[in-house]
């Protein structure tokens, strides 16, 4: 028969392989008319000053969503601080709303070290959110 400890383990090693969604921590914004190079932010601060923590090990990003008054055509990129490398970066064209899930094989790595965050460049876009869904382990 299985005790209370049997049960926590058990829960533990389920948690660790089913790793866990970070969706909804990864999420940034802009209000009105945000300029090519202009940076999305995350609760009021722009993502270059400060990114979003990654809580994950092992971390891949799986999906890039958006919506936006008006639909453009410009590049959303991903990076990481402070050393401001791309993770990803794609061009959605004509655009006011998209659900992208990156193809397995191409899927960007991202770890506990990494601090995320957003910006616009090839074009420019008006009150736009956006947000990616990543799985990993903690």
Known sequence: ???????????ELVRQRSGISASPGFTWGRSGNVPDGGYLLHQSVPSNISGIPVPLTS???TTIFFEQ???TTFDL??????SMAVVFQRTFTASSFEVYVIPTASRPFISSSDRLGMKIVNGSVKNIVAGLLAVGSV
């Open 1 to 11: 028969m299985l005790n209370c400890d049997d049960y926590a383990i058990i829960e």
């Open 59 to 61: 971390g891949v990003i």
């Open 69 to 71: 008054e008006i639909a």
């Open 77 to 82: 990129v991903i990076f990481r601080k402070p």
